[in-house]
């Protein structure tokens, strides 16, 4: 699925959705990624990709220095397009 050559050369316009699932119990974020192309429908996303990352900092995200901490760290993990991944350690 992915970001094609094809969408990222389009002029139109494109929005993205980010989706932070915490575990509070093992300490792990787990990230959504989807976006969609204009025009189209309200339920359809074209793309999903997933990324799990160890919490960088205690949990919940109650602060804004922690939400930009965890988008910062998801900016440097790698991102999968299958189906929702397995936390790493297990």
Same mark, same amino acid.
């Given at each position: 699925?992915?970001? !094609?050559? =094809?969408?990222?050369? !389009?002029? %139109?316009? #494109?929005?993205?959705?980010?989706?932070? /699932? +915490?575990?509070? &119990?093992? $300490?792990?974020?787990?990230?959504?990624? !989807?976006?969609? /192309?204009?025009?189209? +429908?309200? !339920? #359809?996303?074209?793309?999903?990709?997933? *990324?799990?990352?160890?919490?960088?900092?205690?949990?919940?995200? /109650?602060?804004? =220095? *922690?939400? #930009? *901490? &965890?988008? $910062? *760290?998801? %900016?440097? +993990?790698?991102?999968? =397009?299958? %189906?929702?991944?397995?936390?790493? $350690?297990?």
């Amino acid at each position: 699925m992915g970001m !094609s050559d =094809e969408t990222r050369g !389009s002029t %139109a316009l #494109r929005q993205f959705r980010v989706t932070i /699932t +915490e575990d509070l &119990v093992d $300490g792990f974020q787990h990230a959504h990624l !989807s976006w969609r /192309t204009f025009p189209c +429908e309200a !339920s #359809r996303w074209e793309g999903h990709m997933w *990324a799990v990352i160890n919490g960088p900092g205690p949990l919940p995200i /109650t602060s804004q =220095e *922690a939400l #930009r *901490a &965890v988008l $910062g *760290a998801l %900016a440097g +993990e790698p991102w999968q =397009e299958r %189906a929702y991944p397995p936390p790493r $350690g297990r």
